[in-house]
């Protein structure tokens, strides 16, 4: 109850992440199916590419906003693992047995 205002402006910062990852996805999104195999390959790597730049950005942001409140190094650390880490490796992992599974 004590980082009200902490979690607060981490919400309303990921939002706007979010929000700014929509508004340069969706027209890529959309215009994908109608072009043609070699642009739809550019497409695609375009739309994985700011995902991943915009997923730099949040933990960037998110240390800024750490630092700012001088919580210990370590917290940031062990947030990073729990919640941005973990879920990033349990989806590889889900996707790989998936794809052997489709591929088999």
Do not use: W
């Not at 043609?36 to 933990?59: C, D, H, P, Q, R």
């Amino acid at each position: 109850f004590m980082a009200q205002s902490l979690s607060g402006e981490y919400i309303y910062n990921m939002f706007l992440y979010n929000r700014n990852i929509g508004l340069f996805v969706f027209p890529l999104v959309a215009i994908i199916p109608y072009t043609t195999e070699n642009i739809m390959s550019f497409g695609i790597y375009g739309v994985i590419a700011i995902f991943g730049i915009s997923y730099l950005l949040k933990i960037r942001r998110i240390f800024q906003i750490i630092h700012a409140q001088n919580i210990p190094t370590y917290g940031f650390i062990l947030y990073l693992c729990t919640l941005e880490i973990l879920p990033l490796l349990l989806f590889v992992k889900v996707c790989k047995v998936l794809n052997d599974l489709l591929v088999t």
